[in-house]
């Protein structure tokens, strides 16, 4: 299978870089101002992604379940900062960090475990070869996902604050009076992987079929796997954005249906 | 009827009150006093501590859906959900009569939202609230928005309650409302009730 895999040598990397030096320097004939920022983002890459090879080599040496699990749960912990640091209105106090990462945590690693144990089934099931890059893309999925759908959660109450309250005063449930906005964040939490399974395939190859076919796997092939990841990232999105937006209800509502936009923070102008 | 011991909330109370059947209670003060927190409070649309009870029965006692029905509050900007006015009723086909009574024509009930007048959407949002059919009516500015025979209309529904057997406390700025409609006219200050509101005493004589 691996036939046609053709190895890289550093300086064939360090030469596609020069196309990244074409950019800068008709940045700087244009004044984009945008030379700098290249320059920076291309280095953080080349480190970052340099550490993590070494990392990830060592990791699949070592070849231990612990060290494979606690690798996982940091990716979780960096994971429900993002989600965090991504919210214009964050819940108070440790809610703010850990509904989202127990949502996405939950669902993630429900679906990793399926995926590995009963579908994929390498050799231990917890191989990191295998378990870490899926990890990471079902966590990055789920991550957008579930931070776009509690963005829209906190600021949809706090702008439709008068209408859920009136429907409150008729006598309303909580879980009936916030049902619009639970339908609104729920549907925006979904819309990415919604419209990424959409134009796969037409409008662009997803990244991980394209590298298999670059290492000599068949197309065929790649698509199955593909497939299945994409239905484990669906999955795990859908799942981790319910149980973070429920979360966020039950949160921002109280035993006596109340609305309770106390428990959030004021909006932080640096999010975005 | 209504029965209130030792009501605080944030930046409100305590607070005793008592409204009896078929009283109209007048609640004045400078705005920030805490006027609208009280009728959140009562309703508990905010988390409040103390003793509220309705006829016996302990607000702690009944879900707090239950206890909106029963007292039902009116803030001064009404909310609005859905497109059409009709979707907000409980029975659009009942409310008609009571909102041609306060001025409104009976298609308003096929109205989209957005076209509404703040006045309008008032005199909409009270009859919304009637359905319910509560015991007790906090009404917060119910006719600030109204020209003045709209707020004839209004006042005129307001005794209607009374007479129906509903207890009414009224939040107002307009001085002269208090004293036509009220039994009692209580003011408010920096979150506590501070006894009759000078020269209205009941049984005063109205102001001009």
Same mark, same amino acid.
């Given at each position: ?47 970052? +992604? ?28 960096? /994971? ?17 960090? /850990? ?34 890059? +899926? ?31 009136? %429907? ?13 906005? @639970? ?28 590298? %298999? ?12 796997? %593909? ?25 921002? @509502? ?19 | 009827?209504?029965?209130? $011991? ?8 305590? *607070? ?7 009283? *109209? ?74 909102? $041609? ?5 009976? $298609? ?49 529904? *307001? ?8 207890? *009414? ?40």
């Amino acid at each position: 299978m691996n036939a046609s895999y053709l190895s890289l040598s550093y300086w064939d990397v360090g030469l596609a870089g020069l196309f990244l030096v074409l950019n800068a320097g008709l940045s700087i004939w244009l004044r984009l101002g945008l030379a700098r920022q290249i320059a920076v983002a291309a280095g953080r890459m080349v480190v970052q +992604l340099l550490l993590i090879g070494l990392l990830l080599k060592a990791i699949f040496a070592i070849q231990s379940p612990w060290l494979t699990a606690g690798v996982g749960l940091a990716m979780i912990g960096f /994971a429900s900062r993002e989600v965090w640091a991504r919210q214009e209105r964050k819940l108070r106090g440790p809610w703010g960090f /850990a509904l989202g990462g127990a949502a996405m945590a939950l669902a993630a690693t429900l679906v990793i475990v399926v995926g590995l144990s009963a579908l994929i089934q390498p050799q231990p099931w917890w191989s990191p070869r295998f378990a870490l890059p +899926l990890f990471g893309m079902i966590l990055g999925n789920a991550l957008t996902g579930v931070s776009l759908a509690l963005d829209t959660l906190s600021a949809t109450l706090d702008r439709e604050r008068r209408a859920v309250e009136a %429907q409150l005063l008729l006598g309303a449930t909580r879980w009936r009076a916030l049902r619009p906005v @639970t339908r609104r964040a729920l549907r925006s939490g979904m819309m990415p992987i919604i419209n990424s399974m959409a134009a796969t395939g037409v409008v662009s190859l997803p990244g991980m079929m394209s590298g %298999q076919i670059l290492s000599g796997v068949d197309p065929t092939e790649a698509v199955k796997y %593909q497939l299945l990841i994409m239905f484990l990232i669906g999955g795990a999105t859908g799942l981790g954005v319910l149980l973070a937006v429920l979360g966020g209800v039950r949160r921002l @509502t109280d035993a006596r249906h109340r609305l309770r936009l106390d428990r959030l923070r004021a909006a932080s102008p640096e999010a975005g | 009827m209504l029965t209130v $011991e030792g009501l605080t909330a944030a930046n409100l109370g305590p *607070i005793d009150l008592s409204l009896g059947d078929r009283e *109209i209670l007048a609640l004045r003060g400078p705005s920030g006093a805490g006027k609208s927190l009280l009728l959140r409070a009562l309703v508990d649309l905010d988390p409040s501590e103390g003793r509220v009870a309705l006829d016996g029965v302990e607000r702690a006692a009944l879900p707090a859906p239950d206890w909106r029905r029963r007292v039902a509050y009116l803030p001064a900007e009404s909310g609005w959900w859905a497109d059409r006015v009709g979707e907000h009723f409980a029975r659009p086909e009942e409310a008609r009569p009571e909102i $041609e009574a306060l001025g409104l024509p009976g $298609e308003s009930l096929d109205w989209a939202v957005a076209r509404l007048s703040t006045g309008e959407k008032q005199r909409l949002a009270l009859v919304r609230a009637l359905q319910q059919e509560p015991k007790v009516l906090l009404l917060d500015e119910p006719t600030s928005a109204l020209d003045p025979e709209a707020r004839d209309a209004v006042e005129a529904l *307001i005794r209607r309650q009374r007479e129906a057997g509903r207890a *009414i406390l009224l939040v107002s700025h307009d001085h002269s409302q208090a004293e036509r409609l009220a039994d009692r006219v209580l003011e408010i200050e920096k979150g506590r009730l501070v006894g009759p509101a000078p020269g209205a005493a009941p049984g005063a004589e109205p102001r001009r």
